[in-house]
DNA sequence: ATGAAAGCGCTAACAG
DNA sequence: CTGTTAGCGCTTTCAT
């Protein structure tokens, strides 16, 4: 059966195209019988309007584009996923779909362009994507976009948002402080110099105000370039004198391997050692012990994107950044020690 | 700056739209000084044709549309993301755009036709979401359509691409009964029937085929109507006399819960109980021990999904079933007793 | 090889 | 309130 158009239906109910437009588009200036006579007909023949023509003629597509990282083993990591699921149902209130690409790190700035002008959409949200010619062009354009955990200076150049991860690190520490921890290990990520900035100032300024020494050898860069990296840092931390009470990791991936490598040195987890995580994934809570971690409401901040996004793509204007706080969710890998301080 | 049409690129290079549209699409019918001329003016100006229009005219959109279920936690569940990173891989190669929405279980055949018409796409790809009467409606429509994962009886009738469950239950339980094990437990997934046959049928022939010995109260079934499922079908295997040595689960979650509750019950896994998984989650390899498990290449099936669904919107005609096969992954979670059987 | 012109299916300004 | 009509930006047919 061939495809109906908005003239098939005018004509079968005995009104102008104009008229069918009106109706389909929920605008005034039709009389009540003429409306129902076009539902009728329209709910009859099951009629659907062409979505392109409708495009063409508002100019706007009520898509957005998100563009993540791509990863060999999958298209997304536990966070991006639920980010991804934040933007996805605010999406969905607000009438919008969702298009995705998944890019290299490297990805080159034209093919970028192209890939977001070839998909047509009203706005882009980038997930873990940051390329400044980009931004810039994007700017230029004036096209409405949005980064997401980006990991970039937040000089309010461009909207942002990030998980507050100065806080969050001064936070962890602070909490295993007062479980009574003073030889305090970090396992900081190398991905990102933002993101080393950050957990790095939160985590001595923690050290700092709860009075609790900062040793080089506890503070071990997580190399990724190389396999096995949280094992590998975890590794050079357990190889001086004495070792750290507990560890700070700056990601639960690295938690989850360095308690996974600490237990085959025959360590016990939190006994002998405590782990506290950052991010709060999926497989937090399936390790054994399961993960104390900072955990963020990613579904949350994808929302925010989506919301804030909407406002952009509806001629609003913003470049704040907003910082999404973090709680602490305790499972089973911090062991309270006596004498905690109370801060 | 406003946004270039054809006919500015056209007068900006001294020819005809039709020029520009030939050499936009690389057809013949140009000499080749005006192509080179085209090209130049499209690469300077950043010149992008207007996709809508494109579609329009074309009648096609080059995009596909996967359809899969919405979970309150998330949007995903770790085997539809690894399905959906597989479509997505193979669409980019092949030119495609994705596009998805998340519906829940119960969603009305209305509502989901609406959702498949009013996102443009050339083709649907369903990931464990099946209507009769959708389904029913698209082969009308002729619409190109396939279903992964969707738990539905093999008859031949519509293009389907699912795990070889049978296949993985019988080998799970024979490779169970190689390491020693002649007391086998069996949680049993009740949220698709056809999946409950098929595994049940494979469990069964399985343990006839090693001699082994089928009790009833070793065969639990996982009633997702309630928290905590999988520790509540595992209690009540273990309320009897006696317990079974090994346990086959229908999931990876299943035994990753079935693990932590029988730990907390102070037994060790494996030594005092084994447990065997299905599908290969990025979960089972984060518990401990880590969870040995019969895997199926996910990503695979999402490619195969795209491809199929590529021939199909491109006028190939198939209603083949696609099983996939599953391999044993042996990790931790398995005792090897004395006197296995050849098998 | 080239360009004029007729659509594609719909929206919206405009005249009645 | 209603219908006519001129686009939206591109593809493609058909003369030239």
Known sequence: MEKLTIRDIARMAGVSTTAVSFVLNGRSGVSESTRKRVQEIIQQTGFTPNIHT??????????????????????????????????????????????????????????????????????????????????HLLQEERFPFLCVDSHVPQDGTIPLIEVDYYDASYRAVRYLAQQGHRDIGFLISDRHMEFYHRTNA???????????????????????????????AMEKMLAGQDRPTAVFCASDTYAANAIRYVSSLGLRVPEDISFIGLDDLVI?????????????????????????????????????VKLIPTRLIERDSVRKLAGGMKL
Chains 1, 2 share one sequence.
């Not at 020494?213 to 370039?225: D, E, F, G, S």
């Not at 399961?290 to 963020?296: D, E, F, N, R, S």
């Open 284 to 320: 937090s809570e399936y390790t054994r012990p399961a993960i104390t971690t900072m955990g963020v409401d990613k579904v949350h901040m994808g929302r925010l994107a989506m919301e804030t996004l909407f406002q952009l793509m509806n001629g609003g204007e913003t470049t704040a």
């Open 54 to 135: 409708r495009r063409l003629n508002l100019k706007r597509s009520f898509t957005v584009h998100v563009v993540m990282r791509q990863y060999d083993y999958s298209l997304f990591n536990l966070f991006a996923m639920d980010v991804l699921t934040g933007i996805f149902r605010e999406s969905k209130t607000l009438g919008y779909s969702v298009i995705f690409t998944a890019v290299e790190t490297d990805t080159e700035c034209s093919e970028l362009m192209d890939a977001i002008h070839s998909k047509d959409a009203d706005g882009v949200v980038f997930i873990q994507v940051y390329n400044e010619k980009v931004i």
């Open 202 to 232: 939160g985590f001595r300024d923690a050290l700092r105000d709860c009075c609790l020494p900062c040793r080089a050898p506890w503070l071990q860069r997580v190399i990724h370039n190389i396999p096995q990296p949280a094992t590998n």
